[in-house]
T-cell receptor, first 112, second 116 residues
């Protein structure tokens, strides 16, 4: 089946620093999604990407759909304490299978 | 407000007991999903349903059962056959046929099951 490798597994940064995380797939995806999960809550969608090469921003967040369609990255600029949480990438391949494949997540800790 | 409601938020169960987790959505979404989350393991798909009265096994369906009698509801039963049921369970839903937004899952707040 499809597999996603998400890195890094965890990050410890100072408030104000920029953050970058990425996901790579063993196969081609035609949709990439990035979610954030606060402790004890469900994931919330941050950015959705539907076209290779697409670069999309949402406030301090920027995500890109890789040209090869096998990778995506998420950048967070000028981090703040409320950015703490687990960030998941998710992707969907082609065909009629509507299942998403999720990465294992990046745990972000921001020190004030 | 539209959304997905999961209940209960916390549940404790003795070994050998079945337990049912509720999931209700008022987003008029076609598809509904159940995921299991363990620390460091990401989200693993248990079951999903694209239409009423139909559902498909996900990657880790053993020891679980579901039903989809109404579009709005997709309850998950964790049976005594599930060998390691302690986990955080997430329900989600999505549209199926929209040109944009398809497969964008909206999640509930989760249910934490602990087996004593």
């Amino acid at each position: 089946g499809q597999q996603l490798n998400q890195s890094p597994q965890s990050m410890f940064i100072q408030e104000g620093e920029d953050v970058s995380m990425n996901c790579t797939s063993s196969s081609i995806f035609n949709t990439w999604l990035w979610y954030k999960q606060d402790p004890g809550e469900g994931p919330v969608l941050l950015i959705a990407l539907y076209k290779a090469g697409e670069l999309t921003s949402n406030g301090r967040l920027t995500a890109q759909f890789g040209i090869t369609r096998k990778d995506s990255f998420l950048n967070i600029s000028a981090s703040i304490p409320s950015d703490v949480g687990i960030y998941f990438c998710a992707g969907r391949g082609g065909g009629s299978n509507y299942k998403l494949t999720f990465g294992k997540g990046t745990l972000l800790t921001v020190n004030p | 407000d539209g959304g997905i409601t999961q209940s209960p938020k916390y549940l404790f169960r003795k070994e050998g007991q079945n337990v049912t987790l509720s999931c209700e959505q008022n987003l008029n979404h076609d598809a509904m999903y159940w995921y299991r989350q363990d620390p460091g393991q990401g989200l693993r798909l248990i079951y999903y349903s694209q239409i009423v009265n139909d559902f498909q096994k996900g990657d880790i369906a053993e020891g679980y059962s579901v039903s989809r009698e109404k579009k709005e509801s997709f309850p998950l039963t964790v049976t005594s056959a599930q060998k390691n049921p302690t986990a955080f369970y997430l329900c989600a839903s999505s549209f199926m046929w929209a040109t944009s937004g398809a497969n964008v899952l909206t999640f509930g707040a989760g249910s934490r099951l602990t087996v004593l």
